[in-house]
């Protein structure tokens, strides 16, 4: 990444495409990725979102957006954009659009629509190698509706529909999918995690991604304050402490070869992470939960022994 | 004896907790109570409707519908009387109460209408001292349940316990909640409601169909958000001190709504549409950035 035109922060106040005024929650995280997103992809962009929280955003007759937008249901966000692809395609090829409007096309859902419902027409989006961005916001769970578990809500979390009870003392007792890994198994060009709390490696990331033709894929976390239990004012702190304790790893993979891009030297203790939310709040009161917190953090800690013995010993080699 | 409360409140404020409260303490004193409400994109800060029945005579009680014609109205947040969408006070009943939790005068509200008793109270400053948060369900509840002149305190401690234990508060909380449920309550006083005119079911209207470019919404103006005022949603206000400001620019990149912008004097914060949710305050590297709530300032 010799040339890239992020340098320092001072490249990031740029113009907005995103103006304020929204009706989505205060210190909403997804609105923060997204509103970075839009700015590193520049004004000629047509969004398809799938039903979720950013749908919100756009309220007839009110949009924040200056560029354009396109509803779908929550299965076919990926049908949509290849629609648009496709019309786009064949206009500028008859000559009715100047090769200069060509617009890129993204697709914004949440983390249920990714993981759950829209995950067969995701699917076969990137099996047809269909050129558009896709950038899932994750809050881990359906957080529009009132936060009920989703196929991305991690275990031990409290959510409306998995509250904890002295037999399931955990909260929710499923495992949090690894959408990474499933979209990385359809080996598409592009493919990063990303968190607003690192908004250089965001942007650094959106801009390489620029360089492939094909499916580009974007997984970011999204700290939500009123389903997560937080102040407004901790959402950044919510997703650095998430990176740092080693639970969201910031990585990408260019045609499936995975690289870390930010590998702490020592990851925080998960309990700093947990214990400032609402929804891990069963984990430590009225009881200290030392099970489940344990088997949370061995399994963090079992996966970045496997990055530590590869990419770490392998940059030393070099 | 029929007493037709309406709640309006921003999300996140407990509008419909308070609603619940009044619902379980008016039970608990022997009526027949009905409590419930609108169930849409609830979202912080987006404006909240709950309704409370409360009746000795179920035959009253056959209609389940929005309340239309109340004679108690509770507004958790001023703001919302500007917003013509809310329109907080439509249909309120003559010689009917309202209650508005706000720390400015309203005399306009009752020049507009004299035949209103209006009744207000500074709630965010009460639950902040006594609870140490801006949520206001406890003490609106238990404002709606001493202004029917119908409850005792009694009721309305056992009303908080209930609804308050049924979604996990306890301990601590619950006894800060309590005793701002104590305050409230004594510092107000009822006033004999009106009887609301019960409105028998209205005719089904059938809509003529139209063609599609008159039906189908279509936004030609982008980027037209601007125009709602958001920072009404706000408690506290994040105010930029720019002598000790060092120009970095992390407020601007962190500001989830992009309303601190760049200018060349340095960062300026937009009023009008910050929801003052703080990040800026809390990421600041050399604490420039400090806050003050919101009635200070103005």
């Known amino acids: 990444m010799a040339q890239t035109r992020y340098r320092s922060l001072k490249d990031l106040l740029g113009e907005e495409y995103v103006v304020p005024g929204t009706p989505l929650c205060s210190g909403c995280g997804a609105?923060?990725?997204?509103?970075?997103?839009h700015k590193a992809l520049g004004k000629k962009v047509v969004w398809v979102n799938a039903a979720g929280c950013i749908t919100l955003m756009i309220v007839y007759p009110f949009s924040p957006l200056k560029s354009s937008w396109m509803y779908t249901a929550m299965g076919c966000a990926p049908a949509g954009a290849q629609g648009i692809r496709d019309a786009l395609d064949i206009l500028i090829e008859k000559g009715e659009v100047d090769p200069e409007e060509d617009l890129k096309v993204v697709v914004v859902t949440g983390d249920g629509a990714a993981n759950d419902i829209g995950l067969q027409s995701a699917s076969g989006a990137i099996h047809r190698?269909?050129?558009?961005?896709?950038?899932?916001?994750?809050?881990?769970?359906?957080?529009?509706?009132g936060f009920q578990f989703s196929p991305s809500t991690p275990y031990g979390s409290k959510t409306m529909t998995s509250l904890p009870t002295p037999l399931i003392p955990e909260g929710?007792?499923?495992?949090?999918?690894?959408?990474?890994?499933?979209?990385?198994?359809?080996?598409?060009?592009y493919l990063a995690t990303v968190s607003p709390s690192h908004p250089m490696d965001m942007m650094r990331k959106i801009e390489k991604a620029e360089r492939f033709k094909g499916p580009k894929l974007f997984i970011s976390i999204s700290p939500c304050p009123p389903g997560w239990g937080y102040d407004t004012m901790k959402t950044i702190r919510m997703a650095r402490l998430a990176v740092e304790t080693g639970v969201w790893p910031l990585k990408e993979a260019v045609h499936g070869e995975v690289r870390h891009t930010f590998i702490p030297r020592s990851l925080k203790p998960l309990e700093e992470y947990l214990k400032e939310q609402e929804r891990f709040k069963h984990l430590f009161y009225p009881l200290r939960r030392e099970d489940i917190i344990g088997r949370m953090q061995r399994e963090v800690e079992e996966y970045w022994r496997k990055v530590y013995s590869t990419e770490v010993l392998e940059e030393k080699k070099d | 004896m029929l007493i037709y409360a309406r709640f309006h409140g921003r999300g996140g404020q407990g509008i419909k907790t308070a609603s619940r409260i009044l619902g379980n303490a008016a039970h608990l004193e022997g009526y027949f109570t009905q409590d419930f409400p609108v169930y849409g994109a609830e979202r912080r800060g987006a404006p909240i409707v709950a309704f409370t029945k409360i009746t000795d005579e179920p035959s009253t009680m056959f209609d389940r519908g929005y309340i239309l014609n109340p004679n108690l109205i509770l507004i958790a947040d001023d703001s919302l009387l500007d917003d013509p969408i809310v329109n907080p006070l439509a249909g309120l009943q003559s010689n009917g109460t309202v209650f508005i939790n706000t720390s400015k005068s309203?005399?306009?509200?009752?020049?507009?209408?004299?035949?209103?008793?209006?009744?207000?109270e500074d709630l965010i400053d009460l639950s902040l001292k006594y609870v140490g948060r801006t949520i206001l369900?406890?003490?609106?509840?238990?404002?709606?349940?001493?202004?029917t002149g119908i409850?005792?305190?009694?009721?309305?401690?056992?009303?908080?316990?209930?609804?308050?234990?049924?979604?996990?508060?306890?301990?601590?909380?619950?006894?800060?909640?309590?005793?701002?449920?104590?305050?409230?309550f004594e510092r107000v006083y009822p006033s004999p409601l009106p009887i609301?005119?019960?409105?028998?079911?209205?005719?089904?209207?059938?809509?003529?169909?139209?063609?599609p470019p008159i039906t189908?919404?279509?936004?030609?103006?982008?980027g037209n958000t601007e125009i709602r005022k958001t920072g009404n949603w706000r408690i506290f206000k994040p105010i930029i001190n720019l002598e000790k400001c060092n120009r970095c620019g992390l407020c601007v990149v962190y500001c989830p709504e992009g309303v601190v912008v760049m200018n060349s004097e340095g960062p300026e914060i937009k009023y009008d549409n910050c929801k003052g949710c703080l990040i800026c305050f809390n990421e600041c590297p050399v604490k420039a950035i400090g806050y003050l709530r919101e009635v200070e300032t103005s």
């Open chain 2, 151 to 184: 409850i005792r305190w009694s009721s309305v401690e056992e009303g908080v316990k209930e609804e308050l234990l049924e979604i996990g508060i306890k301990g601590e909380i619950l006894e800060k909640n309590i005793i701002f449920a104590k305050v409230c």
């Open chain 1, 129 to 145: 190698r269909l050129d558009f961005y896709y950038l899932c916001y994750d809050n881990e769970a359906f957080g529009n509706t």
């Open chain 2, 106 to 120: 309203i005399d306009r509200l009752t020049r507009d209408r004299c035949d209103i008793r209006l009744v207000t």
């Open chain 2, 196 to 211: 609301p005119k019960i409105v028998k079911s209205s005719k089904i209207v059938t809509i003529s169909w139209l063609p």
């Open chain 2, 137 to 147: 369900s406890t003490g609106l509840g238990s404002i709606a349940a001493k202004l």
């Open chain 1, 172 to 189: 929710h007792k499923g495992r949090k999918k690894d959408l990474f890994e499933i979209w990385r198994a359809h080996n598409p060009p």
């Open chain 2, 216 to 222: 189908i919404p279509e936004v030609r103006n982008i």
């Open chain 1, 31 to 37: 609105l923060l990725t997204f509103r970075l997103f």
